[in-house]
Each structure stands twice: as C-alpha cells, then as structure tokens.
C-alpha cells in the first residue's frame, strides 16, 4: 500500500489555494496577511520583513543552497490607515494568505504555529503568527525561540514540505523523555543534543521509578555540536539543517526511536529524507547553487486591502463569474434541466456575495454568451440575472465542453479578469472539438479556476483532472434520490469567491427527502451564533405540489401566508427569510398529494448568516485526492471549530455514495490521535476509506452535530506544529466550555476511483502508534501493555493476528523487528493475541520470565495476507532508570537529588536574563556510578551540617560563586570552573 499520490487538491487546503511556486531555487508568491482586527502597529510590518529576510538565508541554508523567497506580499487590512507607497489589493484575501498575523490561538498562545492535518509530506495549511510575538511585547522572543529566520524555517518547514516537530509534548505518546536502552533520554533529534538544563519535576520517584512526566531538557544554546534539527530546536546556535537518515555523522543522523510527532507520522524516515522526496526537489529539480545572502534577499510589497465598490456603491465582496452550463439534448433525461435551473437560481439569488459580477454561457454542439457580466449589487439584479437562465425549449444538440470553456475564458479575459472563476455543470461525454484536454494547458496558463459539476456518471472524465490542475472544486450529482451534491457545492464555491471576511452563509442542515409518504417533517438546530438571518430553502420536485411549513422554538408556525415566504413556482422553490431566528429546535413539516414517484425528493438547505460579533460554530471537509488509485491511502477530513478553539467530542460522521447497486457507506471521523489523525483534541476528525466498490465516482458528504453536556469548546490543546517556546508551560491552564446545541454539514465532493479488482486484499492494517506501557508489576515480573486495535484494512474491520515482540535494545526492535523473542500465549496472564474489531482498546498483562531488568515492546497487525508496519517502542523496567546526566538506584540511604525550580501555576515562560535554578531535595535513593553518566550540578548553599553529611558518604563539596558544587569523589571527570559556572547546568557524559 502507498500514500496517495499528492495531487492539486492537497493545495486546496479548507479552502484555500497554495499560490507559492518555486523555479529555479526560488519561491515566489508567498503571502502574508495582517487581520483586519489587528491594531495599526508599524512594528508589525518592520517585524515581518524582518522575518522574511532573515528566513529566507536560513531556508537557503537549511535547504543546503537549494531554496530561498523571491516575491512576498504583505497584504494590510483595510481597518488601517492607507500608505500612499502601498499598492491596492482588489482580490487577494487573509484567508488565502500562506502566513496569518492574527490573534493568539487558546492552545498555542503566542507560539508560532502551522495548522498541519495532513499525511507526512503534505503541505499545511497556514503559519499563524500573533502581534505579540512579532513586537516581542515581552522582550523575550530572543530567549524563549533564538533567531527569527530559524523560527521562519521550522514553520515554513511545515507549511510547505509537510514535516513535523521532532521535541515531545509532555504526554504518553509524546513524552518529553523516553526509555533508550536503560536510560531516559531526550526526546529530540539529533540525539546528541543532550547538554543543558533539566526543568520540572526531575526528581526520580521511589514508586515508578521515573521522574515527573514534566521533566525536560532545556539544550544548551551553546555547547551542543549538533547542526540539526530545525524541527527539534531551531534556537541553538549550531542547528541550521534537518535531520538525515544517510550519513554516519551523528550530529546530522535522524534519531528514528524518539517518540515524537514526525517519527509517528512519517515511520521514522528523516526530516531531510522527506523534504528531499517534495516536489520541489525530487528527481533533483532545484539543485544547489552557490548564492550570498544579499542575493537571497526577497523582494517584499504591501498591498493595501481596499475593495472595489459597484457603480451604485456596494462593496465588491465576490470574485468574477461565469457559469458554463451544459445545453446538450442529454439534460433533458431525469429532468436534469429542471435541476440544473433551480442550482443555478439559489446561486445566483441565495449564494453569490453582494458585488459578484456573473455571466452565462451556454454550449451544446456550439457555445453562446448567454448573459454579459452583470453585477449582483440589488435584488432586483438577482432576479434580472436568475430569470436569463435557459429554459426547457433551449436544449438540445450535442456537447462541446471545450467550446463553452474557451467562451468562458474570453469574456473573463476581455473584462480584464484574470483571477475569475468558472463554474462548470455537464452531464455527458464530450463528442465536439476542441475536447477539454486540447484546452487545459491553456485555461491553467490563463490563472483561472475551475470549480465542476459532474452530473450524472457519464459525465466526462476530464473535468475532474481540470479542476484538479486549476485548483477548483470537483462534485459528482448521482441522480440518487437521497443526493443533495448540487446544492453541497454551492457551499465551497461560496468560499472560492467570496472576498469579504463577514456575513457568509454558512450550512446549517443540508438533507434530501424522499417522499416515500405524504407527510414528512424533521428537526434542526438554530444556535445562537447564526440565529442573524437563517435561510430555510425547500427545492421541490418538477410539477409535484408540496405545503412547506415551520415550527419555531416558541411555538409559532410559518405557513404560507408568512411575510418571510417566497414561492417560484416554475421551479418549484420555496424560501422562507427568517431575520433574528430563535435559538433552539426548529420543525420543518412537508405535506404533498398521493401522486408521488419513488424517484421525487425534496432537498433541503438551511443556511445562517453570524452577526458581525459572533464566532460561529464552522465545519469544513477535504479529502487527501480527488482521484484514487485503489490500494492508495484515501483519507478523509473534517475541522470542526469555533474561530480558532478546537470543537471535540463532537458528532461526525461522514456519508460516502458508492456506485449502484452498494448502499453508502457510513464513517466515524474521529480526533483521537490515532493514524489517519495526527493529534488529539485539534478539531480535525479524520479517517480512512477503503470499502471500494468498482471503477467509478465516489461522492461524499458530512454532518456534524455537538453532544449535549459532551461537546466543548478546547481553550487549551496539545501544541504541535510549532516552534515552540524552548521553556515548555508544563502545567497549562486548561479552559473548556459546553458549546451549544448546533449542527452544520458540508462535503469534501467527489473522487474518480481506478484500480478496483473484486476480491483483492487492497490495505493491510494501519500501523499502531499509541502502543504503551500501563503498569509495571516488580514483584510479579509483569507489565501491562495497551493499543487500539487496527482493523484487517487499515482502521476497518477486524485483523487476524498480533505479532509482539521484545528487547532488550530499542535499536535492535527497530531494526530487527522478526528477529527479536516473541511474546506467546502462554506468558499472558491477561489478555488475548487475537485482534477485537477496529477502535477497541486492547489490554495484556505479559509476565517476563527472563532476567532482564529494562526492555521493550512493539507490534505488527496483520489480516489473511498483510502485516502493518511495526509499532512505537514502549519501554518498561522493573529498576528505577536513569536520566541522562541524574541516575538513582533503590537503596535505605537517603541522599540528594537534584531539581529544578519551577512554577507550576506560571503560564510565562523565563525572560531573557532569568537562568535555570536548581534546589535539593531529599529522596530514599542514593546514585551509584553509572556507565552512562556523570553528576554535575550547581546547588543552592547548604547548612554546615548538610555539607558535613555530604562530604562523609562520598561527596565532593565545592564552591562556585555564592553557591556550592556537588559531585561524586568517584565521578572519573575533570570539570572546568568555567564550565560549571556557566549559565546552565551542565551533565556531562
């Protein structure tokens, strides 16, 4: 099995478009964008290309002279005042831009972060950068992150080739020290960056044997050798580059046993390995070149975010359109004219922002301009516009999709619009030149994109691959009577054009009714973030009469004799407007005559509008590739969220239409960290499709809805992405609210699926990767192992087998994994090797009959004639282990061990001329000499009868300044005043 092959759409990133390209070493077109609630701060802009400046010599150097910024625009909100040295902006938007300034997120505070969903070697989504961080507001950016251009890289890192951060965070999967061999070492990359400060609880406990799960390293910035990695700590003096898998020098080797987020989700492979394998590199495009750092300099303009206004003063809030409707005599089966109509009159009258300019072109076996750009600034132009829509009488002839394409073009082009949109909607194979493939390279040239409906499964193949090239968004019309993709794609085409950053209609409930009886209602939920002005839409079928009503929280019925309804009647479309709709459950009743058709269904769209103060509940969806090669992972996404807090525990499910006669198939996303999801609690609910049924188009749809007394609001997450203040806020707060009752849907649209072969095993299992120790049992010589069980493919179904294996030595697990002793049934005293369905928790308490005092476990899945990958490495020992540079022992003695002073209520890390302070702290064990380490540590001056005890069971005492120096007589070492006077405490090996 392969990862699916990167395609355009994992560009089309929620939404938005990866305008960043790269030729010949250079990246252009990097956007940067302040938000529009951001003070005026000259600060800002100063900091910015600052950032900018400095980052791209260090991408050039990190990316070993393949890679620097050319072009950068800083696009500055129109809240600001204008600088007449600035340009205008007229469509370019902060929700496209590759780097946002905006205010913090509640989980990573002022960290600088790139929102990362995707598979290892797929883009981001956006760096998210805070004015606090950019002014330095507590002059202590220096300290907490080292240089700006090594923070730049470490996210740019992220954004554009798809790697993780390589520290750990603080939790079982990700802890901040992990069990090499007999030893806790950092988790970090490269594993010799070990000298510096431990801080946190580092006192080892008597009961498990280990220090606090808040211990961490903090590197010296200094000393350390290592030159890499960018995605471990960007802030040491040495680090420039990434880690590799290929070289001996071990300064520069990836360290594939670290538990960290990269090692999770790219199987070990180095951060260089991944970044050399990204398209700007691979097959070696982009090879180095020898450049100074004057010559990397990028060349930065700021555009000014002033919108254009229509001739009777309404703000232009929508990018030009054209629809390119399919005339052919086709349409006229299963009433696809009908259809097509009413999806166009919602657009037009419902969907487009205030501002859009809109033409029509119409082809069949030739192509017409049907209507001229007209400007949607009134309603009266809404109707103009929905009433030069074809009727009936126009169809007929054969298809030219091409033609009406290259219409398209021409009027975008001769209006002088060459950043619009075309909205394609075709039912059948193109039989009339020039095909679509004759003008693809020509419509990809001309910047437009293309968003396309394919309606019908004979509709042509190849507009799927030129939304795919344009950055468009593909969608797949059934005809099934349960199927609502017409009106779903209104919704991410709302967020194409749209220009403005207020009053977008998000979905509420979309849902196809079938009228299998004459009476049929449902609920739904208005909640209080988009209760402004809600939008209920009921379109009907063709000539079947159908009484539409509501029912209000508070009782009230809206008929059709409400001033909030409207009837088309020659499409059959009744709208209800309600302004300021009540929170709460809502009814909507339908009532049709007995002369219904099995086939007749209504669909049903509500739609809500936030007020200007309100951050609504949002729910967008994408799939990893619009085509799919079966064996490929297919992955599927949903980002539940309200502003930037995550939304979880929330209900999601997703609906995949497969090709007749298989019924849908229903999947649970879901936000647990465990693989296709990346972290825990970020609001990105994922999962893996695999149940393939044929060669055909899939279609896809989402629905969410909160749970009550479930679904919250997370103000504090597990930070990952990020280059993360060095002194880690080990003791967050942690801030959640009940979010209300809500529901929204959305869809990912469609995907042509190749390769299918009935009856072949496509998927192994998914490789395990929360395998972890639970309990150590000293005296019974067991340890409890858990995992959440993979399925026969991937996260689906039931596997056949677990193969555990054991060692001693982490490396050889790794690297020998089939050759290391097999835990067997009979050493299980709990628990079973037979695999529970996919998403079970998995338990065994193994008990070990050699002598090993310190080991470790991993695991492959397999099903009938695939294993998995193998597991993480979960470490146990029935001896206390030892920390690189603090060791211990159980022994009756008591002695000193040393910790680090910390605040665990403080939410701010050090400022720049604090240091790391250490204190003594009495324990029940005594260190012993280890082969590992030696003791070396800086103390606050003790009482003359604790130096005494000290000096009488061995110790050397010493003095340093105002404070006394502590080591072992028998620590064979030869320590340099220098050294211990530093600003650290330094462990030495």
């Known amino acids: 099995m392969q990862p699916a092959k990167e395609t355009v759409l994992l560009t089309l990133l929620l939404h938005h478009v990866f305008m960043l390209t790269i030729t010949n070493n250079k990246y252009d077109h990097l956007t940067i964008a302040i938000h529009k609630s951001v003070p005026q701060d000259d600060r800002i802009l100063t900091e910015i290309q600052d950032l900018i400046t400095q980052g791209s010599w260090s991408l050039f150097v990190a990316t070993r002279n393949r890679a620097y910024l050319g072009t950068v625009t800083i696009l500055v909100p129109d809240t600001?005042?204008?600088?007449?040295?600035?340009?205008?902006?007229?469509?370019?938007?902060?929700?496209?831009?590759?780097?946002?300034?905006?205010?913090?997120?509640?989980?990573?505070?002022?960290?600088?972060?790139?929102?990362?969903?995707?598979?290892?070697?797929?883009?981001?989504?956006?760096?998210?950068?805070?004015?606090?961080?950019?002014?330095?507001?507590?002059?202590?950016?220096?300290?907490?992150?080292?240089?700006?251009?090594?923070?730049?890289?470490?996210?740019?890192?992220?954004?554009?080739?798809?790697?993780?951060?390589?520290?750990?965070?603080?939790?079982?999967?990700?802890?901040?020290?992990?069990?090499?061999?007999?030893?806790?070492?950092?988790?970090?990359?490269?594993?010799?960056?070990?000298?510096?400060?431990?801080?946190?609880?580092?006192?080892?406990?008597?009961?498990?044997?280990?220090?606090?799960?808040?211990?961490?390293?903090?590197?010296?910035?200094?000393?350390?050798?290592?030159?890499?990695?960018?995605?471990?700590?960007?802030?040491?003096?040495?680090?420039?580059?990434?880690?590799?898998?290929?070289t001996n020098d071990p300064d520069y080797l990836h360290n594939d046993l670290a538990p960290n987020l990269h090692n999770k989700m790219c199987g070990g492979k180095g951060t260089w390995d991944v970044i050399m394998e990204h398209s700007d590199f691979l097959g070696g495009v982009n090879p180095p070149v020898n450049m100074t750092a004057d010559q990397t300099r990028p060349d930065i303009r700021i555009l000014y975010n002033g919108r254009q206004r229509t001739p009777s003063g309404v703000e232009r809030c929508g990018r030009t359109v054209v629809?390119?409707?399919?005339?052919?005599?086709?349409?006229?089966?299963?009433?696809?004219?009908?259809?097509?109509?009413?999806?166009?009159?919602?657009?037009?009258?419902?969907?487009?922002?205030?501002?859009?300019?809109?033409?029509?072109?119409?082809?069949?076996?030739?192509?017409?301009?049907?209507?001229?750009?007209?400007?949607?600034?009134?309603?009266?132009?809404?109707?103009?516009?929905?009433?030069?829509?074809?009727?009936?009488?126009?169809?007929?002839?054969?298809?030219?999709?091409?033609?009406?394409?290259?219409?398209?073009?021409?009027?975008?082009?001769?209006?002088?619009?060459?950043?619009?949109?075309?909205v394609l909607i075709t039912d059948g194979k193109e039989n009339e030149e020039p095909h679509v493939d004759a003008v693809r390279d020509d419509i990809v040239r001309s910047g437009l994109r293309i968003h396309s409906v394919a309606y019908s499964r004979q509709a042509e193949s190849s507009i799927r691959r030129l939304s795919e090239d344009t950055g468009g968004h593909y969608v797949f019309y059934s005809e099934s009577p349960t199927s609502s993709a017409l009106d779903s794609s209104m919704a991410a085409w709302l967020h194409d054009i749209n220009l403005c950053d207020s009053n977008l209609l998000l979905e509420v409930m979309r849902t196809s009714r079938v009228l299998t009886n004459p009476h049929i209602d449902g609920d739904l939920q208005i909640d209080s973030t988009m209760r402004e002005h809600v939008l209920f839409a009921f379109a009907l079928p063709n000539h079947v009469p159908v009484l539409v009503s509501l029912d209000a929280p508070d009782g009230n019925v809206y008929t059709p004799d409400s001033q909030e309804f409207t009837n088309d009647p020659s499409l059959n479309l009744i709208r209800y407007h309600v302004q300021g709709a009540q929170v709460g459950t809502w009814r909507y009743r339908l009532t049709a005559n007995s002369s219904m058709s099995l086939t007749d269904s209504v669909v049903i769209t509500v739609k809500g509008q936030a007020g200007n103060n309100s951050s609504p509940y949002e729910v967008s969806s994408w799939i990893n590739s619009m085509s799919v090669d079966v064996g490929e992972e297919c992955t599927v996404y949903v980002y539940v969220h309200k502003g930037y807090a995550p939304i979880i525990d929330a209900d999601v499910t997703v609906t995949v239409e497969r090709p007749t006669p298989a019924p849908p198939v229903t999947l649970t996303p879901r936000d647990d960290g465990i693989l296709p999801d990346n972290v825990a609690d970020d609001g990105v609910y994922s999962t893996f499709f695999t149940q393939f049924e044929g060669n055909s188009r899939y279609a896809l749809d989402v629905s969410v809805r909160s749970v009550l007394g479930k679904t919250l609001y997370h103000a504090h997450t597990v930070i990952y992405g990020a280059a993360r203040s060095r002194f880690h806020n080990t003791t967050p707060s942690v801030v959640t609210k009940l979010a209300e009752n809500f529901t929204r849907t959305d869809s990912p649209g469609a995907m042509d699926v190749t390769g299918y072969r009935n009856g072949k095993d496509n998927y192994p299992p998914s490789r395990v990767t929360d395998f972890k120790v639970t309990a150590v049992d000293n005296n019974n010589r067991t340890v409890t192992l858990t995992w959440t069980a993979p399925g026969s493919d991937l996260n689906t179904g039931t596997a056949t087998r677990y193969d555990i294996r054991m060692s001693n030595s982490s490396r050889l697990i790794k690297t020998s994994f089939k050759s290391c002793p097999k835990v067997v049934p009979g050493m299980l005293l709990m628990g079973t090797l037979r695999p529970s369905p996919a998403g079970s928790k998995e338990t065994i308490v193994v008990r070990i009959s050699n002598n090993w005092t310190t080991m470790v476990f991993a695991l492959q899945t397999s099903d009938m004639t695939q294993s998995s990958g193998t597991s993480n490495i979960a470490p146990a020992s029935f001896k206390p282990v030892e920390v690189y540079g603090i060791s211990t022992t159980t022994t009756a003695i008591p002695?000193?061990?040393?910790?680090?002073?910390?605040?665990?209520?403080?939410?701010?890390?050090?400022?720049?001329?604090?240091?790391?302070?250490?204190?003594?702290?009495?324990?029940?064990?005594?260190?012993?000499?280890?082969?590992?380490?030696?003791?070396?540590?800086?103390?606050?001056?003790?009482?003359?009868?604790?130096?005494?005890?000290?000096?009488?069971?061995?110790?050397?005492?010493?003095?340093?300044?105002?404070?006394?120096?502590?080591?072992?007589?028998?620590?064979?070492?030869?320590?340099?005043?220098?050294?211990?006077?530093?600003?650290?405490?330094?462990?030495?090996?």
Not at 142 to 166: I, Q
């Open 323 to 422: 629809l390119v409707l399919d005339l052919s005599r086709s349409m006229l089966q299963n009433h696809r004219y009908f259809k097509l109509s009413q999806t166009a009159d919602k657009l037009i009258r419902d969907i487009l922002p205030t501002g859009t300019s809109v033409g029509i072109v119409t082809f069949s076996t030739t192509a017409i301009t049907r209507t001229n750009l007209t400007t949607l600034s009134t309603a009266a132009d809404r109707n103009t516009l929905a009433l030069s829509l074809p009727s009936k009488v126009d169809y007929g002839g054969i298809t030219a999709i091409g033609k009406g394409l290259l219409e398209a073009k021409l009027m975008l082009e001769t209006a002088g619009e060459h950043d619009g949109r075309i």
């Open 80 to 246: 600001w005042h204008y600088d007449p040295s600035w340009t205008i902006n007229t469509s370019q938007t902060f929700q496209d831009a590759d780097i946002r300034v905006d205010w913090p997120h509640p989980g990573h505070g002022s960290d600088p972060y790139t929102f990362q969903w995707g598979p290892c070697g797929h883009s981001g989504q956006y760096i998210h950068l805070t004015p606090g961080f950019l002014t330095d507001q507590n002059h202590d950016r220096a300290a907490n992150y080292g240089d700006l251009g090594a923070t730049f890289v470490h996210e740019f890192a992220h954004l554009r080739y798809g790697v993780f951060d390589e520290y750990g965070l603080g939790t079982e999967t990700f802890p901040f020290l992990y069990v090499e061999d007999d030893t806790l070492v950092p988790t970090g990359c490269a594993s010799t960056i070990t000298l510096g400060a431990y801080r946190g609880n580092c006192t080892i406990s008597p009961l498990t044997g280990t220090p606090g799960p808040d211990c961490y390293l903090v590197p010296d910035r200094t000393r350390n050798t290592a030159g890499a990695s960018v995605m471990y700590d960007p802030s040491l003096h040495k680090v420039t580059t990434f880690c590799e898998s290929n």
């Open 895 to 989: 002695i000193t061990t040393v910790r680090p002073v910390t605040t665990p209520t403080s939410t701010s890390p050090p400022t720049a001329t604090e240091t790391p302070t250490t204190t003594v702290t009495s324990t029940t064990a005594m260190r012993t000499s280890s082969p590992r380490s030696s003791f070396v540590a800086i103390v606050s001056t003790a009482s003359i009868m604790g130096v005494l005890v000290l000096v009488a069971i061995g110790v050397s005492v010493g003095v340093c300044g105002k404070k006394l120096l502590i080591r072992r007589k028998t620590d064979p070492v030869a320590i340099n005043m220098p050294d211990i006077c530093s600003e650290n405490i330094h462990f030495r090996a």
